[in-house]
């Protein structure tokens, strides 16, 4: 166990659909991170938030958004999903600040499936 | 914008040999980390080993060990004495020290041991 908690572990819905995939960072942890894994690709950085504000974004769809609460955990919302968001999405925590050279910690990922 | 690159899609290696996976990247950074990353077919995501631009020392971690030329902007990652359990995709990956703190990984590496 990492300490990052991600559920569902696996989703399965259809196209034009919403769905809401959770993260619990580890403790003490004020970083968290999303990523998206297609089949056989590398990870695509989408979204950070730090203590609850936005830090950086990648190129993360518009139909996509994401929160992080007060308790730190975060949301990652995917709306009028298609095909083409079928994918393995990861969340990470670490803690953050000059000089650090941690890696992330990661969840064990979501596995989201649009039909 | 960083980069990072690994050029070799697939690699092989015969049980109880020793493999080198590459990777390059590109930064005008001077200060950032440097990481590999290993994603077995339970897709979980497994830190391995880590190295800081500003140490001329390359890390070691038991069987594993990399090879950072910082000039070069290169960053080899070396197996030694390869077991079945280290079959896996392995993520070359960048964080910057400086600017924001998102990790970039390259497409990865996938790694087959050969009994």
């Known amino acids: 166990d990492s300490g990052v908690t991600q559920t569902p572990k696996h989703l399965i819905t259809a196209t034009g659909q919403r769905v809401t995939l959770r993260c619990s960072p580890r403790?003490?942890?004020?970083?968290v991170y999303w990523y998206q894994q297609s089949l056989d690709q590398g990870l695509q950085f989408l979204i950070q938030y730090y203590n609850g504000e936005e830090r950086a974004k990648g190129n993360i769809l518009e139909r996509f958004s994401a929160q992080q609460f007060p308790d730190l955990h975060s949301e990652l919302n995917l709306s009028s999903l298609e095909l083409g968001d079928s994918a393995l999405y990861f969340c990470a925590s670490s803690v953050v600040g000059q000089g650090l050279n941690y890696g992330y910690t990661f969840g064990s990922g979501t596995r989201l499936t649009v039909v | 914008a960083q980069t990072v690159t690994q050029s070799q899609p697939e690699m092989s290696v015969q049980e109880a040999e020793t493999v080198t996976l590459s990777c390059t990247y590109d930064t005008s950074e001077s200060d950032y980390y440097l990481f590999w990353y290993k994603q077995p077919p339970s897709r979980q995501m497994i830190l391995v080993i880590r190295?800081?631009?500003?140490?001329?020392q390359n890390a070691t971690e038991n069987r594993f060990s990399v090879n950072f030329q910082k000039a070069a902007k290169s960053f080899s990652l070396k197996i030694s004495d390869s077991q079945l359990g280290d079959a896996a995709m392995y993520f070359c990956?960048?964080?910057?020290?400086?600017?924001?703190?998102?990790?970039?990984f390259g497409k990865g590496t996938r790694l087959h041991i050969l009994p």
């Open positions: 403790s003490g942890d004020l970083s």
């Open positions: 990956a960048y964080r910057s020290a400086e600017g924001d703190d998102k990790i970039i």
């Open positions: 190295q800081e631009a500003y140490k001329q």
